[in-house]
């Protein structure tokens, strides 16, 4: 022990200056090593967010882009619901689009934007069914009319073509009077069924016209209803997709256009109800 201490002491200063200074370069060396390397892992990890970040924009776009689009489609079919024939056509097809466009924004919307979209889908739902209700009178006119239309054809072929027996009958010059008199029955009982399949289509038409204002009266205040809690739905959208700008004005905004609307609206359903 005596001989390492010894030789220790031996060592010139330079020596232990040297090995001092080498140590402190290589302390240094690693500490900034170390710091260069967490610094890489934190750009890494904060690059990877914010990739995470674009890549999930990206996609909220598109979803949500196509989510407004449906509703406009959506909006728009019902009021087309009238003109329908319920017997060939499905009531929701015209709404499966937003429901699947919808079903793709939860997935990846912010929580309150799902939970304000999945409301509206809800209520979309059920409006399908109230309206099925208040649709049946007007359909069942439409097919009324469609069957009177179609008998009311048939007769008047079937007139025609007795007038038609008639005139040759008379364009002989010497006409059967057992036929002719048996046309002249024949078209007696055409005329009547002719008349007949009009008075129906006739009252097949104002039952419809009635059943169809009574409809739209009942969907514009539906339209009014729903169209008012669609506002939140595209303002938490813009929130989500980062179009922020002034939301409350812009609330405010489109509050004041629904307004306006509204008044539209019952000024439109007041002259459907003197209809």
Same mark, same amino acid.
């Given at each position: 022990m005596n001989i390492l201490v010894t030789a220790l002491h031996s060592i010139p200063d330079v020596i232990w200056s040297g090995i001092i200074a080498s140590l402190l370069t290589l302390g240094g060396v690693? /500490?900034? +090593? #170390?710091?260069?390397? +967490? #610094?890489?892992?934190?750009q890494l990890k904060h690059d990877a967010t914010e990739k995470a970040k674009e890549r999930t924009a990206a996609l909220r776009r598109d979803v949500y882009l196509r989510t407004v689009e449906e509703l406009v489609k959506a909006n728009a079919h019902l009021a087309s619901l009238p &003109?329908?024939? @319920?017997?060939?056509v499905n009531l929701g097809e015209g709404l499966q689009g937003f429901f699947s466009a919808a079903? #793709?924004? &939860? @997935? /990846?919307?912010?929580p309150n934007t799902a939970l304000l979209v999945n409301k509206l889908v809800a209520q979309f739902g059920e409006l399908v069914f109230e309206l099925m209700t208040h649709l049946l009178p007007a359909s069942k006119a439409k097919t009324d009319i469609q069957i009177a239309d179609d008998l009311y054809s048939k007769v008047q072929i079937e007139v025609n073509r007795i007038l038609a027996d008639m005139a040759k009958q008379n364009e002989t010059g010497k006409p059967d009077l057992e036929v002719f008199q048996a046309l002249q029955t024949s078209f007696k009982f055409q005329q009547s069924q002719f008349n007949k399949y009009a008075g129906e289509r006739d009252d097949a038409w104002t039952r419809f016209n009635s059943g169809n204002i009574?409809? &739209?009266?009942f969907l514009l205040t539906q339209l009014r209803d729903i169209g008012s809690k669609q506002i939140p739905v595209l303002i938490e959208i813009r929130r989500d997709l980062g179009l922020t700008g002034d939301l409350r004005l812009m609330e405010e905004q489109m509050q004041l256009q629904w307004n306006r609307m509204e008044e539209k609206f019952n000024a439109l359903i007041g002259s459907l109800g003197d209809a």
């Open positions: 690693l /500490v900034s +090593n #170390r710091s260069n390397t +967490n #610094r890489l892992l934190l &003109q329908m024939d @319920l017997s060939k079903a #793709r924004l &939860q @997935l /990846v919307a912010e009574a409809f &739209q009266r």
